[in-house]
T-cell receptor
């Protein structure tokens, strides 16, 4: 079975740009998560979908971060407009059901200049 | 809400020695426990998962101990080798979508 696939692996953006990160979860998984990982804050939950429905939109990340899940096998995370403080690794993860084992993608490393 | 404390933040061991990492958590209702490994430039790779009815689990040189009374979860790598050098994270869940991760332990195995 294919694992979680994230593209691109690296993204460099200028401040103010719009970037879109992509994720394909493990086939058959119902739950999809977007996390941001930084050395200082660790893993922070950005969004959570269950069966394509947005269940959690990460509170503090609402204003410039928007995650969508148009079908059960594809999700996007849009950051608009980007700011230098958004530089981080963005991880997508999926699981069969909430509380079940999370499987992570390799992540997208975003650098905002 | 649930809080997880992981220590040590950095650990250096010689090849063949054991490496021990511990996490403490606060919510007695926590039911699912995980250990993940993250290598440079990669995502988190699941090492082992345990449910709350398990006190000890061993797999391929890894031993996970769960002490529910003290709310403590540990990972022991026996006979560490340089390929084990990575960042290790514990994670806990109450069975919903809220996973709480430890801050990570950066393990270096010296040949």
């Amino acid at each position: 079975d294919a694992g979680v696939t994230q593209t691109p692996r690296h993204e460099v953006a200028e401040k103010g740009q719009t970037i879109i990160l992509k994720c394909e979860p493990v086939s058959g998984h119902n739950d999809l998560f977007w996390y941001r990982q930084t050395k200082i804050q660790g893993l922070e939950l950005l969004s959570y979908f269950r069966s394509k429905s947005l269940m959690e939109d990460g509170g503090a990340f609402k204003d410039r971060f928007k995650a969508e899940m148009l079908n059960s096998s594809f999700s996007t995370l849009k950051i608009q407009p980007t700011e230098p403080k958004d530089s981080a690794v963005y991880l997508c993860a999926s699981s069969r059901l909430g509380g079940d084992t999370l499987y992570f993608g390799a992540g997208t490393r975003l650098s905002v200049l | 809400g649930e809080q997880v404390e992981q220590r040590p933040p950095h650990l250096s061991v010689r090849e063949g020695d054991s490496a021990f990492i511990i996490c403490t958590y606060t919510d007695s209702a926590t039911a699912y426990f995980y250990w993940y490994k993250q290598e440079p430039g990669a995502g988190l790779q699941l090492l082992m998962s345990v449910f709350s009815n398990v006190d000890r689990k061993e797999e391929q040189g890894l031993t996970v101990l769960l002490n529910k009374k003290d709310k403590r979860l540990s990972l022991n790598l026996t006979a560490a080798h340089p390929g084990d050098s990575a960042v290790y994270f514990c994670a806990v869940s109450g069975g919903n979508y809220k996973y709480v991760f430890g801050a990570g332990t950066r393990l270096k195995v010296i040949a």
